[in-house]
Nanobody, 115 residues
Framework: QVHLVESGGGLVQPGESLRLSCVASGIDFSTKILAWYRQAPGKQRDRVAFIGPRGTPSYAPSVKDRFAISRDDTKNAVFLQMNGLKPEDTAVYFC?????????WGQGTQVTVSS
């Protein structure tokens, strides 16, 4: 059974940074494209960034140059460094493969950006 556990969210002020972590069990991350998604209240879940097995990243235009995705396959983990946070980044953040697999969704971690 696959479990993805996200952590690292919190309440921050605009311009501050957070680093999200996602650790997986029951799955070998090393061969998968991994992604971070987010869902704001009343909105659909959108992909924020993904990273291929060889480490090549890709970002949504809204976060490009502010967010950085990375992975550590030895720890079965994927990370999202978020800098220059804006109120519109407020959402629950999830990790999953890309394309996403319904059975992999975890609880997510809440990120709130507010002054």
């Amino acid at each position: 059974q696959v479990h993805l556990v996200e952590s690292g969210g919190g309440l921050v002020q605009p311009g501050e940074s957070l680093r999200l972590s996602c650790v997986a069990s029951g799955i070998d991350f090393s061969t998968k494209i991994l992604a971070w998604y987010r869902q704001a209240p009343g909105k659909q879940r959108d992909r924020v960034a993904f990273i291929g097995p060889r480490g090549t990243p890709s970002y949504a235009p809204s976060v490009k140059d502010r967010f950085a995705i990375s992975r550590d396959d030895t720890k079965n983990a994927v990370f999202l460094q978020m800098n220059g946070l804006k109120p519109e980044d407020t959402a629950v953040y999830f990790c999953n493969s890309f394309p996403s697999i319904d059975a992999y969704w975890g609880q997510g971690t809440q990120v709130t950006v507010s002054s």
